[in-house]
């Protein structure tokens, strides 16, 4: 399969812990967005990265969210110090920098903070 | 403010009928839009991408509409099977920037 992977898909942890996700992009994608979607929402924009370079953040990426995209390839996205506030989807999406760019979604990591 | 704004929130109809999910929005300046599917649990799957030049946009069973000067696009599916069953979002990108605006979603609920 050579879609969009994130893992782990699913991630329970208690308040105040941290936790990690990984996304890997399709391979020659350069673009790598990260997203955040609570139920009955659409997804709402985090982050993205160009190759290496974090080139936009949201106001919604508070002090405790820090992403890396270390070697252009494979993204990590960690939230530090976990509320219940933070328990949604955490879905990635890999492009190719082109007119009219399609971005290609992973399926999700669901985080449920208890 | 840039919003995206879909009808209804939901709709249930019967294996075989078509259906007209819409979409208003207020981006600008406009880049192009995109309508996606999502299944329950899965990351959204890109159906069609409309410029400011394009009125209509088809894929099998789904054809997009756009109308750039009322800033409305629609969604139509016909011959809804129960596959068709998912989210489906529409999506604004604007120019000069990196800004891509996603709708709530209109959830489709196919019955047999």
């Known amino acids: 399969d050579t879609g969009v992977s994130q893992n782990p898909r699913h991630k329970i942890t208690k308040r105040g812990q941290n936790v990690t996700f990984r996304c890997d992009p399709i391979?020659?994608?350069?673009?790598l967005y990260w997203y955040r979607q609570t139920l009955g929402q659409g997804p709402e924009f985090l982050t993205y990265?160009?190759?290496?370079?974090?080139?936009?953040k949201s106001r919604l990426l508070s002090d405790r969210f820090s992403a890396e995209r270390p070697k252009g390839s494979f993204s990590t996205l960690e939230i530090q110090r976990t509320e219940q506030g933070d328990s949604a989807m955490y879905l990635c999406?890999?492009?190719?920098?082109?007119?009219?760019?399609?971005?290609?979604f992973g399926p999700g990591t669901r985080l449920l903070v208890l | 403010k840039n919003q995206v704004e879909q009808s209804p929130q939901s709709l249930i109809i019967l294996e075989g009928k078509n259906c007209t999910l819409q979409?208003?929005?207020?981006?600008?300046?406009?880049?192009?839009l995109r309508w996606y599917k999502q299944d329950t649990g899965r990351g959204p799957v890109s159906l069609t991408i409309?410029?400011?030049?394009?009125n209509t946009k088809s894929n099998g069973r789904y054809t997009a509409t756009l109308d750039a000067d009322t800033k409305q696009s629609s969604l139509h599916i016909t011959a809804s099977q129960l596959s068709d069953s998912a989210s489906y979002i529409c999506?604004?990108?604007?120019?000069?920037?990196?800004?891509?605006?996603f709708g709530a979603g209109t959830r489709l609920f196919v019955k047999a």
């Open positions: 999406a890999s492009s190719l920098a082109t007119y009219q760019e399609t971005q290609y």
């Open positions: 391979s020659e994608h350069n673009r």
């Open positions: 990265f160009q190759n290496e370079a974090q080139l936009e």
């Open positions: 979409c208003n929005y207020t981006v600008s300046p406009f880049s192009n």
């Open positions: 409309m410029t400011f030049s394009e």
């Open positions: 999506v604004v990108i604007n120019t000069g920037g990196f800004k891509t605006i």
